[in-house]
Every structure is written in C-alpha cells, then in structure tokens.
C-alpha cells in the first residue's frame, strides 16, 4: 500500500512563502504523476499543479501559475510545492496525490492521497 504524508502547512500572511512536502512510501512508478489539489470551505477540491515522475514535466492551474513551483526529488520520493505571493484565496486543505491516470488535472486520475495539510493565509 503507497501511503501520502503531506507536511508544511501552516499560518502565513498574505504576500509571504511556504513549501510543502509530500513523502511517499514507495518507489512510484515511472508511469505516474505526483499531484496537489487543494479544497476550500465549503468548496470542491481543485486541481493545483502536478508533475511527472520520469520526466519532471510539470502542469499548474491558472490560478497558481507564475506563484507557485512543483518539483520532486527522486531520491528522496518527495514532491514539493513551493507557494510565493500567497493570496487569501490560496487558502484551503492541500493535498497531494499519486496516480496515472490519462487527466492528470481531474482528481479521479489518482490513486493514492495524502491525509491534508491546512494552509491558511491571512490577510
């Protein structure tokens, strides 16, 4: 069983910084993606950003685009997300997820889900 822990969320004013990190258990396999997707209050769960393993290519909504970095270490099984310019609308629970399905921005494309880290960010 791939289990998902997210770390790094937190409390953060509006205009700063923050990483998180997402640990998977196993060697994921090539074939896969690492994604994040995030869910406000009251909202459905929304795509962020996501890469692939192999490659290192990456994808991100419109609304992180230019904000936030995905990237993963391959050693380490970790991928992270690294968050500048934080908007109060950036906060919600995120998280990350493995999987290889064919729409990698559809949620329903992964597997595997870490448990949620909060992000809140103050404005």
């Known amino acids: 069983q791939v289990q998902l822990v997210e770390s790094g969320g937190g409390l953060v004013q509006a205009g700063g910084s923050m990483t998180l990190s997402c640990t998977v258990s196993?060697?994921?396999?090539?074939?896969?993606?690492m994604g994040w997707f995030r869910q406000a209050s009251g909202k459905e769960r929304e795509f962020v950003a996501r890469?692939?393993?192999?490659?290192?290519?990456?994808y991100y909504s419109d609304s992180v685009k230019g904000r936030f970095t995905i990237s993963r270490d391959y050693v380490k099984n970790t991928v992270y997300l690294q968050m500048n310019s934080l908007k109060s609308e950036d906060t919600a629970v995120y998280y990350c997820?493995?999987?290889?399905?064919?729409?990698?921005?559809?949620?329903?494309?992964?597997?595997?889900w870490g448990q949620g880290t909060q992000v809140t960010v103050s404005s």
């Open positions: 890469i692939r393993w192999s490659s290192g290519t990456t």
């Open positions: 196993k060697r994921i396999v090539s074939r896969y993606a």
């Open positions: 997820a493995a999987g290889g399905g064919l729409q990698l921005e559809k949620s329903y494309a992964y597997d595997y």
